[in-house]
């Protein structure tokens, strides 16, 4: 099992930090792995323009910020992800004519950065109270040019690589809600990424479940 620059194993994903964050908002929350680090804010239920109405759920925004810049691209395609993966899990149904905001902003990209973003996201739609189906996990993994599956890569991991694969999972039933696959790979090695990534969200919700835990304990002064 080969050992990595930061000392993991090829297994192994980065230490978790999920913060609260003290924002002007409904919900907010901080998620890293590592040093990557995403924050992420939601707005809602609130007014919605009349042009983005519908009448039978809430509109679900979703905006994705650099920490540098204008959003590009890349930042569009994330945007595009969280609003598809998340449309699946909120409950929009019970808030029609209403919008949900989420907005995401990287504070620091050392790869893996959609990943965090889904789950910072998943933290905050919780603190705001929306009401969801399921929650959501989700890890990232690339195969290397030595076909090597790294989980939960570093940005320099990413710089020799022949594939990278982000997947989503729904703690309940542990399906796959979302799944982005660039590159060349055979049949196997993505049954193998996979099976590393939807094993590494169960230490997600772990933690998540955590997190959650001990800040009920201490909005509500429950002693262990």
């Given at each position: ?12 994903i980065?230490?978790i930090?999920?913060?609260?964050c003290?924002l002007?908002?409904d919900?907010?929350?901080?998620f890293?792995?590592?040093?990557s680090?995403?924050?992420c ?5 609130a007014?919605?323009?009349l ?5 039978d759920?809430?509109?679900?925004d979703?905006?994705?910020r ?11 395609t994330?945007?595009?992800?969280l609003?598809s ?7 929009s ?5 209403t919008?949900?905001?989420i ?6 990209d050392?790869?893996?950065?959609i990943?965090?973003?889904?789950n910072?996201t998943t933290m905050a739609?919780?603190d705001?109270?929306?009401?969801m189906k399921?929650i959501v ?5 690339v195969?290397?040019k030595d ?10 991991e990413?710089?020799n690589?022949?594939?990278v ?10 399906s ?11 049949d196997?090695?993505y049954?193998?990424c996979?099976?590393?990534?939807n094993?590494?969200a ?10 959650i835990t ?9 002693e262990?």
């Amino acid at each position: 099992m080969a050992t990595r620059a930061d000392k993991r194993s090829s297994s192994t994903i980065r230490p978790i930090l999920i913060t609260p964050c003290l924002l002007s908002r409904d919900g907010s929350a901080s998620f890293s792995f590592g040093k990557s680090r995403v924050l992420c804010t939601v707005n809602g239920p609130a007014e919605v323009k009349l042009r983005d109405e519908k009448l039978d759920k809430a509109t679900i925004d979703v905006v994705v910020r650099p920490l540098v810049g204008a959003p590009g691209t890349k930042d569009k395609t994330h945007e595009y992800i969280l609003r598809s993966t998340f449309e699946s899990i909120v409950q929009s149904g019970l808030h029609p004519r209403t919008q949900i905001q989420i907005v995401s902003q990287v504070m620091v990209d050392d790869g893996s950065i959609i990943a965090a973003a889904i789950n910072a996201t998943t933290m905050a739609l919780i603190d705001a109270g929306i009401p969801m189906k399921d929650i959501v996990a989700a890890v990232s993994c690339v195969i290397n040019k030595d076909d090597q599956i790294l989980l939960d890569p570093t940005l320099q991991e990413m710089e020799n690589i022949k594939s990278v694969h982000t997947f989503a999972f729904n703690k309940t039933t542990s399906s796959l809600l979302f799944c982005e696959s660039l590159g060349l790979f055979t049949d196997d090695q993505y049954f193998n990424c996979y099976e590393l990534c939807n094993a590494a969200a169960g230490v997600i919700f772990d933690n998540m479940r955590e997190f959650i835990t001990n800040k009920l304990k201490e909005e509500y002064q429950i002693e262990s």
